[in-house]
Structure formats: C-alpha cells, structure tokens
C-alpha cells in the first residue's frame, strides 16, 4: 500500500523520492556523513580564522595605544613617557616628569604618590573617570566600566579587566619604562633612540608593566598561539616565541638584547 501527496510520496519500504528519484535510507546516512566529515575539515579553519582575527585585533588594540603614547610624547618635548609619574632616582630615570600625582587625578585625595602610564594617557585614549582601590600602589587603579573590555583589552582573552594590573599591554619596566640596570642605557628623549624599529614599546603581557624574563610570568605567549604581539617604538608591529625569546634571553641576557631595548648601542644613542 502506497500513500499519495501531490508532490512527495512515502512507500512502506521506507524510501522517499521527490519527482520520481528514490533515495535510499543508506544514501541519507551516507550524505550525513559527508556532511559531518566536511564540518569536521572546516571547524579547524574556522578555529584558526577566529585566532587570526583575535590576533589582529590585539594588534590594531596596541597600535591605538601607542598613538596615544606619540601623541604624549609630541606634547612633552620628545621625551619618552615613563613607566610612572614622580622623582627620578639613581635607579629610575623618569625623565622630570614629575605630574600628576594622585591627588591631581582623584578628587578627594591627598596623595603625593606618581601615577602609572595608563593613567598619564587618559585623556589621549579617552578612557573615563577612575577609580582607586589601593592606598598607595597605583596597580589598583580601577578601569571605568565603560573601559574594562576596550583597547587594554585582548579580544582572545576571556578576562574582563577591572583594574590597570589587570592590562593586557604592557610597557617593558627597563628601559623604556625608565628602570636602569646593570649596563643599560638611560635614554630620556625619542631621538636618542638608535633603532626603534626594533626595540618594543608594548607587548602582550599580564601585567601593565612588566620584566623581559624568559618565563610567562609577565609576558603571555598562550592567547595567540605561543605568539606574542609585539609594538615597536616607530609603531610598527611584530612578533616573536617563546622559542625565540628564551633563545635570545639565554645567549645575550634578557635585560641586554638590543630587541628588548635595554643594552647600549655604539656611539651616544639606545
């Protein structure tokens, strides 16, 4: 016994066919199949676009930084922003910029303490008002809501920021950052710089200001596929490894590879 429709006919032997051709309950399965295998092939790639996508992102996210960053530095006579605002040390050379200080930031506050980079871009990066959760450690500076998932941010992390600790671009602490050590260079001026094209200005980290170690303590080489994003002085960007990075910090020392900024170079300048 066979039931009719006008255009799709079902017969007990559990074919169907539509305009006279019959596919089989085996020939179902069988494109099923196929099916599964192609979105098995494609899901990989689609994976690996997303973390390209992601990665780009980051980038573009430091890039914006570092505009505010040039912009900075064009309104400060070509000095090099510091790490932190306050008075320079035998150790820390933060260039004379000595303002603001937290109670120039928040209202209420009778600090005299510096503050950090991010702050001192604020108004270049249009990030809202702040908020203070520490005492005297400018690690508790608290991101406006508005900011937490913005440019500090990586798209390939699923970490919503709360406070600048919490940043996912980092200013090395020596010596662009203003840290001296051993050997190192102390530069306080862009033109003093020999090549900046390659030495970093940003990179991704965990941290907002951080120590070039061969470890993942403060870099982070996991949310881009053990790449690390990478922003030079003259803005361009770049990449390195973990592989490459340990292999540079093993034969010439973190703190003295020229890619890292911190050994000196021939003649007056970084």
């Known amino acids: 016994m066979t039931i009719h429709t006008a255009l799709f006919r079902k017969t007990i ?12 309950l085996v020939e179902l399965l069988v494109v099923i ?29 430091m890039r914006q930084v ?21 008075e320079s040390t035998s150790s820390v050379n933060l260039r004379g910029i000595t303002s603001p200080l937290v ?16 702050v001192m871009l604020q108004s270049y990066l249009s990030l809202g008002s702040w908020a203070w959760t520490g005492t005297t450690n400018s ?17 390939a992390s699923d970490e919503t920021m709360e406070s600048i600790r919490s940043s996912k671009i980092g200013m090395p602490i020596y010596n662009i950052g203003g840290n001296n050590l051993g050997n190192c260079k102390s ?17 991704d980290t965990n941290i907002n ?12 080489f996991t949310r881009h596929n053990g790449l690390l994003n990478l922003l030079m002085i003259d803005l361009s960007s770049s990449t390195s490894s973990m592989e490459k990075h340990s292999v540079e910090a ?4 973190w703190w003295m590879s020229e890619a890292w900024g911190f050994g000196r170079q021939s003649g007056s300048s970084w």
């Open 66 to 86: 570092g505009i505010g960053w040039q912009q900075w530095v064009l309104d400060h006579n070509d000095k090099i922003l510091p790490r932190m605002s306050g």
């Open 139 to 155: 690690a508790y500076w608290t991101f406006a809501v508005a900011d937490r998932d913005g440019i500090f941010n990586c798209p």
């Open 13 to 24: 032997t559990g074919s169907v066919f539509r305009g006279g051709r019959c596919f089989t």
């Open 33 to 61: 199949g196929i099916i599964a295998i192609l979105a098995s092939m494609l899901l990989p790639l689609h994976r690996k676009s997303l973390s390209l996508a992601y990665q780009a992102g980051c980038k573009n996210n």
């Open 250 to 253: 093993v034969l010439s020392s």
């Open 103 to 118: 109670k120039d930031v928040l209202s209420g506050s009778t600090s005299t303490d510096g503050v950090d980079w991010i």
């Open 209 to 220: 200001c951080y120590y070039s170690d061969n470890s993942n303590d403060y870099l982070n």
């Open 187 to 203: 530069v306080t001026k862009v033109n003093e710089i020999f090549t900046p094209s390659r030495k970093i200005l940003f990179a």
